[in-house]
């Protein structure tokens, strides 16, 4: 399954929330800036200059809990550190708080982005990976899309959840396609669209650029491989809630790293605040309980099953 390619089976409708997967889902609301939850890892563009984030440097890493960045790129492309003062019309809401940095991708005329970061073991010794009831967040925003993409060369931006060493398949992805109106979802329970975010937050050309926050909680772990996951996307400042999705679940694998990614969107992509929580241990209890109390109500819904 590459990078970018979608399933055009039976599209899957954003499913509604029943009342105890709503739960799982408002525990995790914002979850990235509460004071009830650990940070286990962290790092914003504040932390880095100019000369540390250019080209295809990748030895400057900055922040806790992350191993080294790798980038690879095609044709034009690159990336660069932005600010409110010399982006006119920038995306202000992602600007962290230790300063005015944003981290900035391009891909254009062909080109593209793929920027990847694998988390660290809890002994930071190496390579870790989520786990359940940890929560990762980034926010994002962008200049636009170019809306002349096409289902083999497609014009796009967005971020995967992945196996590490994996640049062509991915276990979740949220996605923004040029042309498109709402931002997809693919994992492994098929597709869904996050109708409810509005797409001038994430980026157009003449949109409001006010950007969003995305924060995925991992739940248990499901038969064959993959986790149960809540999903919870908030403006920027997380003082609204846009969307909230519970009850899916990631393709199999173990989630290691994270990846940004531009493909040919013909303008800039920003992200910023990239963070793995631990809530507080009530918050895990709800996270869990959606999970598992979803699984049972599939169960006597027709073997439907989780298989949590």
């Given amino acids: 399954m590459g990078m970018f390619q979608k399933n055009h089976g039976k599209n899957l409708k954003v499913l ?3 009342a ?3 739960l799982a889902a408002l525990a995790v609301i914002g979850m990235s800036q509460s004071s009830q939850a650990a940070l286990v890892a962290s790092d914003n563009a504040g932390n880095y200059t100019s000369s540390e984030w250019t080209g295809s440097n990748t030895a400057y ?3 806790t809990g992350f191993q080294s960045w790798s980038i690879s790129q095609s044709g034009t492309s690159g990336l ?3 600010s409110p ?3 006119a019309g920038g995306p202000n809401s992602i600007v962290p708080p230790s300063g005015s940095n944003i981290w900035g991708v391009y891909a254009n005329n062909g080109g593209s982005i793929q920027i990847d970061r694998s988390f660290t073991n809890a002994a930071n010794t190496g390579v870790g990976k989520l786990d359940t009831g940890q929560t990762f967040s980034i926010a994002l925003s962008s200049d636009g899309v170019d809306n002349s993409g096409s289902i083999n060369n497609p014009y796009s931006i967005g971020f995967n959840l992945q196996s590490t060493g994996e640049t062509s398949n991915y276990l979740f992805q949220m996605i923004f396609d040029g042309g498109g109106s709402d931002m997809q979802i693919y994992d492994g329970s098929g597709s869904y669209t996050l109708s409810s975010v509005p797409f001038s937050d994430l980026g157009t050309f003449s949109g409001d650029k006010g950007g969003i926050v995305a924060n995925i909680t991992i739940g248990s772990a499901v038969a064959g491989g993959g986790y149960n996951y809540s999903l919870a996307v908030t403006n920027a400042t997380g ?3 846009y969307q909230t999705v519970s009850g899916r679940q990631t393709a199999a694998g173990a989630i290691n790293q994270f990846q940004v990614f531009d493909s040919n969107a013909g303008s800039n992509l920003y992200f910023n605040n990239i963070a793995v ?4 241990p009530a ?3 709800l996270v869990l309980a959606g999970g598992i109390a979803l699984a049972g109500m599939r169960m006597k819904r027709g073997h439907r099953n989780i298989q949590a």
């Fill in 283 to 285: 918050t895990v209890g």
């Fill in 61 to 63: 890493d900055q922040g």
């Fill in 16 to 18: 509604q929330l029943l």
């Fill in 80 to 82: 660069f550190l932005a």
């Fill in 277 to 280: 929580a631990v809530p507080a």
């Fill in 85 to 87: 003062s010399n982006n």
């Fill in 239 to 241: 003082t609204a809630t």
């Fill in 20 to 22: 105890l997967p709503a």
